[in-house]
Structure formats: structure tokens, C-alpha cells
């Protein structure tokens, strides 16, 4: 059974401030997506990284996939109240398919103004 | 990118009654869907694994006679919580995979379920 460990599980700050949000495994996955879900609501996808070392940017939105395909990091600039919601990882396993994704336990980012 | 429909966004019923949840791929045909249990304030659980055709596969601890999955298309899949009680009170959001040839899955979700059971 493959794991992640998505951490914080929980994080509040101010406007404006920088954060980042991890999400690590033991396994290699072949592919690892963001989710934002807002309450009461279904995850979105934000990204998708696929390649070691893969780095994309969305707005101040910053993820990058690990050379080994083991672990990734969001980062986020200049937080903004808009920011706020629940961050999920989940990792697709080698071999891809239906098989389903792994999540991560998820970190719940509050922006304060 | 692709569209999942999940229905009805909330219901409330009684102790004892049934309900059924809708989740239809609109855009792309889904072989394979999930449906996963969400409590307050933590991440996706995952129940069990729909199959077209075929019987559904339960996560350990999930009452494959309690929460009946029925997936007779290739674009709809329902999970219908039997005899509900209080504590089946959650929300329940239901995925498909769109595997594009040559390219890594992603997983579209509906727009999830509250139910409540008083």
C-alpha cells in the first residue's frame, strides 16, 4: 500500500505571507496531482507533474515533483484570502490505469486578512 | 477537461430509509469510478472502487451490503447507503478517471453529496 504524508495537516497565516505544503511517500509515483477543495464541494485539479525534477507554476502557485518521483511541494506566495481551502496531494502509482490514486491526508490552509 | 455530475448535492432522510447517489460521466466514458467519504475537516476516504459490469471492489471496514454501488454504464455509477442511521451522515464525492492515451490519469470528481440522516 502506498502512503503520503501531506504536511501541515492544518495552516493559518496572514495575508500576504509565503507558505509550503509538502506531500512525501516512500514510493515512487508515476505521476502526482494537486487538489483545492472548497467546503462542500469536490477536490479541482490544479496540477499535474509527471517528470523528476518538474517545477510548473500556476499564478503564485508554485509545485514541484521530486527527482526520485517520491515527494512534492506547493508553495505558495503572498498568500491571499482567496487561497483559502483544502489542499490535497494524490500520487498515482506506477503502471497508471484504473487503479486509483493515493491521497494525502490533506492540509487546510486559512488566509487571513 | 472533463465533467463529472453527481446527484443530489444534499439530502436529508430518515433513520432506516435508503438513498441513492447519482454520479454520471457527461463527457467521456468512465469504465472505473470511485466513491470516497469525506468527514469534517479531513481528506478523501476512499470506499470502493466501481466497475462497469462488474462488482464493485470495497475497501476494508466498508459494509458492501450497507453501501450497494451499482455501475450499469459506462457513464453512470450509484452507491446507495441501505437503512442509513445517523452515522452514515457525511459527505460523499465520486470520481472518474479519464485516461488519455499516453498521458497520466486524472481524476475528476463530482460535486459531492451531504447527506444527512436524522
Known amino acids: 500500500t502506498q502512503l503520503l504524508e501531506q504536511s501541515p495537516q492544518f495552516l493559518s497565516i496572514q495575508e500576504g505571507e509565503n507558505l509550503t505544503v509538502y506531500c512525501n511517500s516512500s514510493s515512487v509515483f508515476s505521476s502526482l496531482q494537486w487538489y483545492r477543495q472548497e467546503p462542500g464541494e469536490g477536490p479541482v485539479l490544479l496540477v499535474t507533474?509527471?517528470?523528476?525534477?518538474e517545477v510548473k507554476k500556476l499564478k503564485r502557485l508554485t509545485f514541484q515533483f521530486g527527482d526520485a518521483r517520491k515527494d512534492s511541494s506547493l508553495h505558495i506566495t503572498a498568500a491571499q484570502p482567496g487561497d483559502t481551502g483544502l489542499y490535497l496531494c494524490?500520487?498515482?502509482?506506477?503502471?497508471?490505469?484504473?487503479?486509483?490514486?493515493?491521497f494525502g491526508k490533506g492540509t487546510h490552509l486559512i488566509i487571513q486578512p | 477537461g472533463a465533467v463529472v455530475s453527481q446527484h443530489p448535492s444534499r439530502v436529508i432522510c430518515k433513520s432506516g430509509t435508503s438513498v441513492k447517489i447519482e454520479c454520471r460521466s457527461l463527457d467521456f466514458q468512465a469504465t472505473t469510478m470511485f466513491w470516497y467519504r469525506q468527514f469534517p475537516k479531513q481528506s478523501l476516504m476512499l470506499m470502493a472502487t466501481?466497475?462497469?459490469?462488474?462488482?464493485?471492489?470495497?475497501e476494508q471496514g466498508v459494509e458492501k451490503d450497507k453501501f450497494l454501488i451499482n455501475h450499469a454504464s459506462l457513464t453512470l455509477s450509484t452507491l446507495t447507503v441501505t437503512s442509513a442511521h445517523p452515522e452514515d451522515s457525511s459527505f460523499y464525492i465520486c470520481?472518474?478517471?479519464?485516461?488519455?492515451?499516453?498521458?497520466?490519469?486524472?481524476?475528476?470528481f463530482g460535486q459531492g453529496t451531504r447527506l444527512t440522516v436524522v
Open positions: 470520481s472518474a478517471p479519464d485516461s488519455k492515451q499516453g498521458l497520466n490519469t486524472e481524476a475528476f
Open positions: 507533474v509527471v517528470t523528476g525534477g
Open positions: 494524490a500520487g498515482e502509482a506506477a503502471g497508471g490505469g484504473a487503479d486509483g490514486l493515493t
Open positions: 466501481s466497475n462497469e459490469g462488474s462488482k464493485a471492489t470495497y
